[in-house]
Nanobody, 120 residues
């Protein structure tokens, strides 16, 4: 069984910063891409940032220059550093990881989500 556990969400004023963490645990052989998604009320879930096992990154245009995704492979953890936050960044943020488990299958796993609210 594989679990992804997120932390670091909360309430922050516009212009502020937050750092999200997501740790994978369980029967993991290796982890390929790790990503952060978000879903605002009434909107579809969108991909925010992705990082490959080799460290290549990709961002959606609206967060480029403000958000940074990184990972600690020995800890099976992915981070999202969010700076210069705007009210439109308010959403539930979800971690996703493409994991080769101990049974030899690649599967996509999701965290439970963490709320980020940007408001004065």
């Amino acid at each position: 069984q594989v679990q992804l556990v997120e932390s670091g969400g909360g309430l922050v004023q516009p212009g502020g910063s937050l750092r999200l963490s997501c740790a994978a645990s369980g029967s993991i052989f290796s982890i390929n891409a790790m990503s952060w998604y978000r879903q605002a009320p009434g909107k579809q879930r969108e991909l925010v940032a992705t990082i490959t096992s080799g460290g290549s990154t990709r961002y959606t245009d609206s967060v480029k220059g403000r958000f940074t995704i990184s990972r600690d492979n020995p800890k099976n953890t992915v981070y999202l550093q969010m700076n210069s936050l705007k009210p439109e960044d308010t959403a539930v943020y979800y971690c996703n990881a493409y994991i080769l488990d101990a049974m030899g299958y690649y599967r996509s796993y999701w965290g439970q989500g963490t709320q980020v609210t940007v408001s004065s």
